[in-house]
């Protein structure tokens, strides 16, 4: 299920909200200085943060480390705690994708 219109709020200088929209089942939350924000914006990771926001089970925010953007299938350096595992945990990581 993709989210559609989510927005970007700054919290403070290193962390931004994607607010709960939609069928988004918390907020989204993004660790990412001025810098780093038009790139994050200028590809479709912020769309995977929302949209694992929505996963069942999930336990507080969707988040995005500074270093995200768009691999092939979700956002690379994002993480989430879902119920069922009690803990944080990585949903994707970086295998051969050719930035950093």
């Known amino acids: 299920m993709a989210v ?35 790139h994050i914006k200028g590809d479709k990771c912020l769309q995977q943060v929302a949209n694992v926001a929505c996963l069942p089970g999930i336990q507080g925010p969707s988040i995005a480390m500074p270093d995200i953007h768009w691999g092939s299938r979700r956002a690379v350096w994002a993480t989430t705690s879902t119920a069922a595992c009690g803990c944080s945990a990585p949903i994707s990581r970086p295998t051969s994708c050719g930035r950093g």
């Open 4 to 38: 559609e219109g989510y927005r970007l709020e700054r919290i403070d200088d290193y962390r931004w909200r994607v607010p709960k929209t939609g069928p988004m089942l918390t907020d989204g939350l993004v660790f990412a200085d001025d810098e780093l924000i038009p």
